[in-house]
């Protein structure tokens, strides 16, 4: 008898990037670090190829074309039915286990305070005797949430698309999420679509759901939102970019990302729990650790190895982290902090010494975990704060779904006849010097006689 010897694989080793050869013109370095920083949350063009017909089926044939979609690709019922009753999702809320139902109920309290105080106000200025501005705030009639669903399905995805659209005052509420592979929808997912109430359950996935979401269906009596919010994957993120014109979006996003900033006296142990913690949203996540410390930076590494020996989804994390796992070395601390505000993270967790004085010079991030006590997941589920961010480096100009966007300003203007005669010669000027004597006209002829 042949034995054979057990092979033990080799531990994970996470890429590295030195800032120092960056700045020393290296271009392999330089290529690297230029890969991190201008990366982008828009799909590859033939996902967006692929999305476009689907989305012109659905616009054409309606509920025929989702149900299609979802017998080819996934995600629909085995019976059809692409539009849940309310009695269905009242009965889910009522099964729920009491100690999800109140995990739910905590996590909806705290996303609602924090929303609440972010509910705009309208203004108005009078800007000279006779003109006024009025700056009105008001919610959107209609919304559409996405909400990933089917082998992985997040409850509390739901609960923060949908809290805060219930805050601004959202008339209608949809949430759409596909099914699993066996036509089952999550029930804690359906338990918390019962417990805020949403005005209808779209039992789809993908593009076509977001073309249900758009264009509505007509035969199930769904019409179409105003705007689509939510997270999803990268036909989800194709979809929304293509509807964009007919619809308002939130913001395309990518792959869920993750940066820890950290330098020693962190414990390098916990710092490896929240690098795998970022990874575990996925095989294409990236968990980026940056910091100052060579041999900080071997400690978590190893530490990392340790964890992922015996984690749960093992091979999503080990995934992950050989892809997009990177440990980014920097020369100076201010280095450090340029390469994280370049980067952009949607998540940002700091445990570096002075905290806060470095925490006041980070820009760009979707959301920073600050301290040994604030790990992501945190916030991911229970502190209030909204877990839909900007990615792929979208944090430079965008910030996390809140309230804001789920309304939208109006301006009305006030004039009477001394406030226009204010302006009378200003307006006449300027339409004089762009050719657009109509706009003079129709300011001179509120001053003319009656003939």
Avoid at 212 to 237: F, K, Q, S
Avoid at 295 to 312: I, K, N, P, S
Avoid at 411 to 435: F, N
Wanted: charged letters at 20%; hydrophobic letters at 45%.
């Amino acid at each position: 008898m042949t034995v054979s010897a057990t092979v033990t694989p080799p531990a994970l080793t996470l890429q590295r990037l030195d800032l120092a050869h960056v700045a020393a013109g290296d271009p392999d370095a330089s290529r690297g670090h230029d890969a991190l920083v201008r990366r982008g949350a828009v799909p590859d063009p033939s996902v967006r190829d692929a999305v476009r017909v689907t989305l012109a089926d659905v616009h054409a044939r309606g509920d025929a074309a989702v149900r299609d979609a979802n017998a080819a690709v996934g995600g629909g019922r085995p019976d059809g039915r692409l539009v849940l009753d309310t009695a269905d999702l009242i009965a889910a809320r009522d099964a729920l286990d009491p100690r999800i139902r109140r995990a739910l109920d905590h996590a909806i309290e705290h996303v609602r305070r924090f929303a609440e105080n972010q509910r705009p106000v309208s203004t108005t200025t009078v800007i000279a005797p006779g003109i006024e501005i009025e700056r009105r705030w008001g919610a959107l009639a209609s919304v559409g949430a996405y909400v990933p669903g089917g082998s992985a399905a997040y409850p509390s995805s739901l609960v923060m698309t949908v809290v805060p659209a219930q805050v601004a005052g959202v008339e209608r509420i949809v949430v759409a999420s596909p099914a699993g592979r066996d036509g089952a929808l999550d029930p804690v997912l359906l338990g918390a679509a019962g417990l805020l109430g949403v005005d209808a359950f779209v039992v789809a996935g993908g593009a076509q759901a977001v073309g249900a979401l758009a264009y509505g269906l007509p035969e199930a009596g769904v019409a179409p939102v105003h705007r689509i919010v939510g997270p999803g994957n990268a036909w989800v993120t194709a979809a929304k970019i293509e509807v964009c014109g007919v619809v308002g979006i939130d913001l395309p996003a990518g792959p869920s990302e993750g940066m820890v900033l950290a330098a020693p006296p962190a414990d390098p142990v916990r710092v490896a729990a929240d690098l795998i913690t970022q990874a575990e949203h996925g095989p294409d996540s990236p968990a980026i650790l940056v910091t100052t410390d060579p041999t900080f930076a071997d400690q978590v590494e190893r530490a990392v190895a340790a964890r992922l020996a015996g984690a749960a989804r093992r091979d999503i994390l080990a995934a992950a982290l050989r892809d997009h796992g990177r440990i980014v070395l920097a020369p100076s601390f201010d280095a450090a902090i340029a390469f994280v505000n370049a980067y952009a993270p949607e998540h940002l967790s700091v445990d570096v010494e002075p905290l806060e004085a470095t925490v006041a010079r980070l820009r760009n991030a979707g959301s920073i975990f600050v301290g040994r006590w604030a790990p992501e997941s945190a916030g991911d589920y229970a502190t209030g704060a909204n877990h839909v961010l900007p990615t792929g480096g979208l944090a430079r100009s965008s910030g996390a779904l809140a309230v804001e966007t789920f309304g939208k300003f109006s301006q009305v203007q006030r004039i009477d006849q001394a406030g226009l005669a204010s302006i009378r010669e200003t307006i006449a000027t300027l339409a004089e010097s762009e050719g657009l004597l109509a706009h003079r006209d129709a300011v001179e002829i509120r001053f003319e006689e009656p003939a």
